[in-house]
């Protein structure tokens, strides 16, 4: 810093680093710009004016040597903005490497080689018995997920057969009442018997949805998965062990009888002697 007149004041000024140089901001109030003389000498920037306020005078000094060819100036309301940009250096000259020779001998690599293929050969190891617990872990989590659909499945089939045995029941009490009807004639009766046959429908609906069929044993060969036999009769036009007639229909869920048909089978005595004979005559 050089040494100010006594006339000459010192403005406020800064300088700032920015990544390619420095910006030097010096405050000169009512100074015009034709006022303002700058001098740059390697990393010294001395700046003079004069205006309405006075004279000023500022030396700084800047960390670098800018490049004088890369000076900008701005001056706006009285604040001087001076732009500094670092003169472009060529990089320094690589220093040349020394070569160095490494020597190994041939039973350490074999031994460094040998080393590496158990480690390989431990971590494939590792990974296979990782792959195998996962594949284990992926089998139990289907078994289980599969079982507790089953549970599920086994536990829905157990609620609808228990409502639907409810509703079957009322079906054969609607029977049994039609049957004990004196006359059906009547119109109050009729009137009831149509209610007693929409409701009726009702419940065969529901069954159609659910899965629950009716089926017709009149005709059928006696079958104890399906059958219930309520008694046994005589007809001479049916074979033996056949369904007579039907006392109560059977209904059906998912293939297998949800509840049998009450029937009674025909018992012909007379078909039996005959094959008895015959079997006397083959003896």
């Known amino acids: ?16 680093e920015v990544p390619d140089g420095a910006k030097l901001m010096v405050e000169l109030p009512g100074v015009p710009q034709d006022a303002i003389r700058m001098a ?4 010294i920037v001395n ?4 205006g309405s306020r006075g004279s000023f005078s500022t030396v700084q000094v800047i960390p670098f040597e800018p490049d004088p060819d890369r000076v900008s100036v701005i001056f706006t309301q009285g604040v001087l903005e001076v732009s500094l940009r670092k003169k472009d250096t060529p990089p320094a000259p690589e220093a040349p490497q020394k070569s160095s020779e ?14 590496l293929k158990n480690e390989l050969a431990k971590e494939r190891e590792e990974n296979r018995a990782i792959l195998e617990r996962l ?19 086994a536990l829905a089939d157990r609620k609808f057969s228990d409502i639907a045995l409810e509703l079957i029941d009322v079906l054969d009490s609607f029977k049994i009442a039609r049957r004990s009807i004196p006359d059906p004639e009547e119109p109050h009766v009729k009137n009831m018997l149509r ?8 419940v065969m609906e529901l069954f159609s949805k659910i899965g629950v069929k009716r089926f017709s044993s009149q005709g059928m060969h006696f079958d104890p998965n399906l059958h219930e036999a309520v008694g046994r ?12 007639e039907e006392i109560a229909p059977g209904y059906m869920y998912k293939g297998r009888a949800l509840r049998p048909a009450k029937v009674k089978v025909n018992h012909s005595t007379g078909k039996k002697r005959r094959t008895k004979d015959k079997d006397a005559e083959c003896a």
């Open 135 to 153: 594949s284990f872990l992926h089998k139990d989590f289907q078994n289980l997920k599969r079982r507790q659909e089953t549970e599920k499945e």
């Open 40 to 43: 740059i000498s390697k990393d």
């Open 47 to 50: 700046i003079e004016a004069k």
């Open 233 to 244: 009769v005589q007809v001479a036009e049916l074979e033996d062990e056949m369904v007579a």
């Open 195 to 202: 209610g007693i046959a929409m409701i009726e429908n009702k």
């Open 102 to 115: 490494v020597t190994i001998s041939i039973e350490t690599l074999m031994s460094e080689v040998c080393d």
């Open 1 to 16: 810093m050089t040494e100010t007149r006594k006339d000459v004041r010192e403005p406020i000024a800064q300088v700032t």
